[in-house]
């Protein structure tokens, strides 16, 4: 019992540390969590019937059954009650709620006891894909636990409010990510397996066939609806287009954990010890289980584990005709299947208990190290937005990046291992009704926001280096020519000299001081705004 007391306290206290990562600083920013806001606030306006004229001359909002819609759609919804950054913090929040529970169930549904291994569910709230900005992929990975743990519930419990449950959360999972989707349905198929093998006992027809018939029915029955969508969908974006290889290099990141690494190279040493932790308590529960010679029914975890190790090492990043960065989305899978592995193979005791604390302590030191460069990022972030009171309602604006990894007031790089700032200037857009033209969403086709062919900005404005690159460049003359869009303000961020070195940048440069001039340049001269001449 006092065991268990201090579990409980040492969970409270990590949840605690998860809420205050996000809401201390002014901007929990990221790569592109900016864009999901403004969409969000499109699509609010337009729900809303406000500004629709406007937003309409330059947008679509499509209504099919694509994943990747979950962002979108809540943040919309969220606006009707607070402000952009506002409404952002709490679908974080409702993030990090649904990851820690759904995991903390699942384990100890798993594992059937209560041990400090359950504290390792802090180890992976925050990763470099929460960091990015793929907030639908990161919401996936959470449902993929209440997928798992649900149809456990079913497993043992076969009645119809179970597969409802079953039903609901796979539908949460599908339309956030297909990645996540497709990794419960193998572990839930497996498990399916493995239940099947561990209350055979000798009566192979009777207590192996027949109960694997039905859970193997019964599973294809409730997931088919999302079968045929992904089907759908995916030969909408031109089929999977997968050629496997080998790729050596990513069991090095594996043993490291890198994709356990959010924003600073401080946090390396931390991630490096908190995947070797892993990967060794593994081996050692391996060693326990394979000596105990026991049947157990969460056995079918480990192929799950195997099947993600595969997919890590083996796919290339691009398939689906885009690319994908399958390694960084599915190495969380690697350790979360680790983690389950370990929960059921590793019985309770000093070991589990011990790889349990390492892991937390790792959390801890990791917190420290990102919570002061969260709050240098959301400075710069502020410092971008300062220019918003001198922007016009229904204007367009063009944002210019000089420094994906940010610049902080004294020269230095923000986030040295992530690119926090590809699409800061998005947020002004959640402020006012604006266009910003790195709206990037708008362009994937898969969103429910879609950029209108005659004005899109990545076909007709990024020509060369295009509007995202280093040194950036855009094509204004031959943008209003083509769309009718006149560009009102173009806003550069850390811009550096050193760009004029780029022969299409020192034109477009040329350009922007001939038709535009400057009205505003902030207090660390990071953010200038220029306005098109009358």
């Not at 268990?4 to 809420?19: E, K, M, P, Q, S």
């Not at 990510?177 to 397996?193: D, E, G, P, Q, V």
Request: charged share 15%; hydrophobic share 50%.
């Amino acid at each position: 019992m006092k065991g268990r007391n201090y579990t409980n306290i040492l969970l409270a206290v990590g949840f605690l540390i998860c809420l205050l990562q996000i809401w201390l600083p002014e901007y929990y920013l990221t790569g592109d969590g900016p864009c999901h806001v403004n969409n969000a606030k499109i699509l609010h306006d337009l729900w809303s019937n406000q500004n629709t004229d406007f937003y309409n001359r330059f947008f679509t909002v499509q209504y099919q059954p694509n994943p990747n819609w979950l962002s979108s759609v809540v943040i919309a919804l969220l606006l009707f009650l607070v402000s952009g950054a506002i409404a952002e913090k709490i679908f974080l929040s409702i993030y990090v709620l649904l990851y820690l529970f759904g995991f903390l169930l699942l384990l100890k549904k798993i594992s059937g006891q209560t041990s400090y291994w359950l504290l390792i569910i802090f180890a992976f709230v925050f990763n470099h894909v929460l960091s990015k900005g793929f907030y639908n992929y990161a919401f996936s990975v959470a449902f993929y636990f209440w997928v798992v743990w649900s149809w456990i519930r079913l497993l043992e419990k076969r009645n119809i409010p179970n597969a409802l449950l079953f039903v609901f959360f796979n539908f949460l999972a599908f339309f956030t990510h297909l990645l996540a989707f497709t990794f419960s349905t193998f572990t839930c198929a497996m498990l399916a397996i493995s239940f099947a093998l561990a209350d055979a006992n000798g009566d192979w027809k009777n207590k192996f066939v027949r109960p694997l018939l039905i859970n193997g029915v019964l599973l294809g029955l409730l997931i088919s609806p999302f079968l045929i969508l992904m089907r759908w969908f995916t030969e909408n974006q031109g089929g999977l287009q997968l050629r496997l290889g080998i790729y050596p290099h990513r069991l090095k990141e594996l043993i490291k954990f890198s994709y356990l690494t959010n924003i600073d190279s401080g946090e390396t040493i931390w991630v490096t010890v908190t995947g070797i932790c892993f990967i060794a308590f593994f081996l050692i529960a391996s060693l326990i289980y394979i000596q105990s010679k026991s049947t157990n029914k969460f056995s079918g975890l480990l192929p799950s584990l195997i099947f993600a190790a595969f997919v890590c090492l083996f796919f290339p990043e691009d398939f689906l005709g885009r690319l994908i960065l399958i390694s960084m989305r599915v190495q969380l899978f690697v350790f979360i299947s680790l983690a389950c592995c370990i929960a059921y193979m590793l019985p309770a005791g000093k070991i589990k208990n011990a790889a349990g604390i390492m892991v937390f302590i790792c959390f801890l030191a990791l917190s420290i190290v990102r919570i002061p460069v969260r709050q240098s990022a959301s400075r710069a972030a502020l410092d971008i937005t300062s220019c918003a009171k001198f922007i016009q309602p229904n204007s367009v604006v063009l944002p210019l990046n000089f420094s994906f990894n940010g610049i902080d007031e004294r020269g230095n790089q923000i986030a040295d291992k992530n690119w926090l700032f590809v699409h800061p200037a998005q947020y002004i857009g959640a402020e006012k009704p604006l266009i910003i033209l790195d709206n990037y969403e708008a362009n994937m086709g898969y969103f429910p926001l879609v950029w209108k062919e005659n004005v899109n900005p990545y076909f007709h404005l990024s020509q060369f280096e295009g509007i995202e690159g280093q040194p950036p460049y855009a094509n204004l003359k031959d943008y209003k020519a083509s769309s009718g869009v006149t560009v009102d303000y173009i806003l550069m961020w850390c811009y550096d000299s050193t760009a004029l070195k780029n022969e299409h940048f020192r034109q477009l440069y040329a350009e922007i001081n001939t038709d535009y001039h400057q009205i505003y340049t902030s207090a660390t001269q990071r953010t200038v705004l220029y306005q098109k001449n009358q």
